[in-house]
């Protein structure tokens, strides 16, 4: 009996599956988390392996050299501005990743295929837990390598209101 339906691109799947669980690791305090993410990659490379038809032991390589939370290193801060044109600032937490208890407007890292002016809304959500809607696009620039930033890093300034 011949399968008549069309074929999946499984792809897609995977790349979101693989950035899912990159993400989970880089968050990960549990072990148990731990190893339920690194089961999912396992799983993913060998998904891949068979899509692309390379070997599964090469794959696992190819993955594996990409490390870290993946990220296409492109940042967005949020200038959240109220009706008398004041900017909104937080503090940091003690506990962030970034620069911990100093002041800065809202801003994060884009996530893979999330349009910029989106992530400024979604980090000042996230952040703050304010709604807001981008204005515009106010700059874009290259950062220099340092600790906090990886060699490839573009961030965008976003206004917002």
Sequence with gaps: MTDDRETIDILPLLDELRVMAKAGLFFA???YD????ERMLELVSEYYAEAVELPPEETRE???ANLGYATPNVGVKAAVFN???????MQRP????YVAGTWDIPGGAVEPLEPPDQTAVR????ETGLTVETV???????????????PVTSSYSTCVK
């Excluded at 980090?123 to 996230?126: G, M, Q």
């Excluded at 515009?136 to 990886?150: C, H, I, K, Q, S």
């Design 29 to 31: 305090d549990d072990p």
């Design 34 to 37: 731990r190893e339920r993410y």
């Design 94 to 97: 003690e506990d962030s990743t």
């Design 62 to 64: 190819r993955l594996a």
């Design 136 to 150: 515009e696009v106010v700059n874009a620039y290259f950062m220099d390598p340092n600790p906090l930033n990886p």
């Design 83 to 89: 009706d008398e044109g004041r900017i909104l600032l």
């Design 123 to 126: 980090e000042t959500r996230e």
